[in-house]
């Protein structure tokens, strides 16, 4: 009988939002017995009430002695981990001090596991871990190009990201244009793009609350709200629809300040994922307006492939991650095209070469994603 290997997975918090990795991990247990470490993440702590949240969130976790095995709240074969960290990263001793730290704390759980695990890091947080601790493998599962995410201390995360494609046994990355990066660093990658759930997205859910009153049609945009979002696109729609919202949903991260004076918007705040499908069967129209620069032509949405399960007609930016799905949405490069392009659909639904090119949406199901990058950890 075949066994498998267990995993060690190095990631934001399970549970905190759908990342890729928790997607491909829940195909993947229990067959693979996972011990998820919840990590600080990356951003640089701020005197800031984000940055007071976090930490209350952390102190809560680190309360809790030891590591958690899976209740009702998780799935069967997963444990979770909260292991004490320095939340600073650009000093020498500061990292040195993680390294103890997480050696210490994470070495006795790994011991207890029936063979060494292969670890999986989706960030650069763990490159002084790579050949300390007793795992069989390496994994760098690059989804972003940390090195121009809004927010971060860039130069630290870029020095740390280059230590871990150095030593990591196999690299997978979630877009071509990641390839490319981590190829100028020197190193080959296997591409694994993301996947998509057409079942969740296309099954009747309860109804979301908080949108009787607004004025219809809905213009959608879900996750989370930064920098990112290109705010010249948004003003020239909001300013030029007759009727109608548009509808930002979720988390935000110091997004521009000038979106809170246009007019026709609606901020939700951060919204369930399991409420998601119900917000978009109240679209009209749903959208990703984001500027065009280095961070979003490396990153692939998890949302892409999620808008379009949805079956409502899909307006984005023309960037790299959406290129390949050109035929079964509208791209757009300009403000003007933007706002055309969205009253376009708002009078005519989804085009029916667009409906027909998503039929191929089957061939991206998670667990198909989850088989590939099974085959590709060779355990």
């Given at each position: 009988m075949r066994t498998f290997a267990p995993l060690l997975i190095f990631a934001d918090d399970w549970g905190r939002h759908p990342s890729s990795c928790q997607h491909l991990v829940r195909q993947l247990l229990p067959n693979h017995p996972t011990l998820w470490v919840n990590t600080i993440g990356t951003r640089t702590p701020r005197?800031?009430?984000?940055?007071?949240?976090?930490?209350?969130?952390?102190?809560?976790?680190?309360?809790?002695?030891?590591?958690?095995a899976a209740d009702e709240h998780f799935p069967p074969g997963l444990t979770i981990c909260n292991p004490r960290m320095w939340p600073w990263l650009t000093r020498k001793h500061d990292r040195r001090l993680?390294?103890?730290?997480?050696?210490?704390?994470?070495?006795?759980?790994?011991?207890?596991?029936?063979?060494?695990p292969i670890a999986i890091t989706t960030l650069p947080v763990v490159a002084d871990l790579i050949g300390r601790l007793p795992?069989?493998?390496?994994?760098?599962?690059?989804?972003?190009?940390?090195?121009?995410?809004?927010?971060?201390?860039?130069?630290t995360m870029s020095r740390m990201e280059e230590t871990v494609v150095a030593r990591a046994d196999i690299i997978v990355a979630a877009s071509e244009?990641?390839?490319?990066?981590?190829?100028?660093?020197?190193?080959?990658?296997?591409?694994?793009?993301?996947?998509?759930?057409?079942?969740?997205?296309?099954?009747?859910?309860?109804?979301?609350?908080?949108?009787?009153?607004l004025e219809r049609p809905l213009i959608v945009f879900w996750g989370v709200i930064d920098r990112r979002m290109d705010t010249a696109f948004v003003q020239n729609?909001?300013?030029?629809?007759?009727?109608?919202?548009?509808?930002?949903?979720?988390?935000?991260?110091?997004?521009?300040?000038?979106?809170?004076?246009?007019?026709?918007?609606?901020?939700?705040?951060p919204l369930p994922f399991t409420s998601l499908p119900a917000l978009a069967r109240e679209a009209s129209v749903l959208i990703m307006p984001y500027v065009d620069q280095p961070v979003t032509r490396a990153m692939q949405p998890l949302k892409l492939k999620e808008y379009l399960?949805?079956?409502?007609?899909?307006?984005?930016?023309?960037?790299?991650?959406?290129?390949?799905?050109?035929?079964?949405?509208?791209?757009?490069?300009?403000p003007e095209q933007f706002e055309k392009a969205v009253?376009?659909?708002?009078?005519?639904?989804?085009?029916?070469?667009?409906?027909?090119a998503r039929e191929r949406l089957v061939h991206e199901?998670?667990?198909?994603?989850?088989?590939?990058?099974?085959?590709l950890l060779g355990g």
């Open positions: 005197l800031d009430l984000a940055t007071m949240k976090r930490a209350a969130v952390k102190l809560r976790q680190w309360s809790k002695r030891g590591t958690k993680n390294r103890a730290l997480l050696h210490k704390q994470l070495g006795h759980a790994i011991n207890g596991l029936a063979e060494p795992v069989a493998k390496w994994v760098y599962y690059c989804v972003d190009d940390f090195g121009e995410w809004p927010g971060l201390d860039r130069k244009n990641l390839q490319t990066r981590l190829k100028s660093m020197g190193r080959d990658s296997h591409l694994l793009t993301h996947g998509v759930d057409v079942e969740f997205w296309q099954a009747e859910h309860p109804t979301l609350s908080g949108l009787d009153q729609l909001a300013e030029q629809l007759a009727r109608g919202t548009i509808v930002l949903a979720g988390p935000e991260q110091e997004p521009d300040s000038a979106l809170a004076r246009l007019p026709r918007i609606h901020r939700t705040g399960a949805t079956g409502k007609p899909v307006v984005v930016r023309d960037l790299p991650a959406n290129r390949d799905w050109a035929d079964a949405l509208d791209l757009v490069s300009t009253k376009l659909r708002l009078e005519t639904g989804l085009a029916p070469e667009q409906r027909q199901s998670w667990q198909s994603k989850a088989k590939r990058f099974e085959e």
